[in-house]
């Protein structure tokens, strides 16, 4: 079966950086394009970067624009997230996405900017 699962998350000081892994199994990776989302208790759970199955199409929003940058190794089946210039409005649980005609969701990994 289809299975996602974060790491990476953490405490990190405003300013700082992390990066989140999202490893696939139980699909071919290589074949579907994939996201990374953040939800805040209370609020909706909103996109923050997709890139295509190549890896060569990525798309971002603007609050990730010049901070963050997604990417793939389709090797190692595995999406990243590296996080930069982190903020305190960057603290959410941090989902990655399987897109395609069916979708699935990790569980998701607590990220916490603060000092």
């Known amino acids: 079966q289809v299975e996602l699962v974060e790491s990476g998350g953490g405490l990190v000081q405003p300013g700082g950086s992390l990066r989140l892994s999202c490893a696939a199994s139980?699909?071919?990776?290589?074949?579907?394009?994939m996201s990374w989302h953040r939800q805040v208790p209370g609020k909706e759970r909103e996109l923050v970067a997709v890139?295509?199955?190549?890896?060569?199409?990525?798309n971002y929003a603007d609050f990730a624009k010049g901070r963050f940058t997604i990417s793939r190794d389709n090797a190692k089946n595995t999406m990243y997230l590296q996080m930069n210039s982190l903020k305190p409005e960057d603290t959410a649980v941090y989902y990655c996405?399987?897109?395609?005609?069916?979708?699935?969701w990790g569980r998701g990994t607590q990220v916490t900017v603060s000092s």
């Open positions: 996405r399987r897109l395609g005609a069916t979708t699935y």
């Open positions: 139980g699909f071919t990776f290589r074949e579907y394009s």
């Open positions: 890139i295509t199955s190549s890896g060569g199409g990525r």
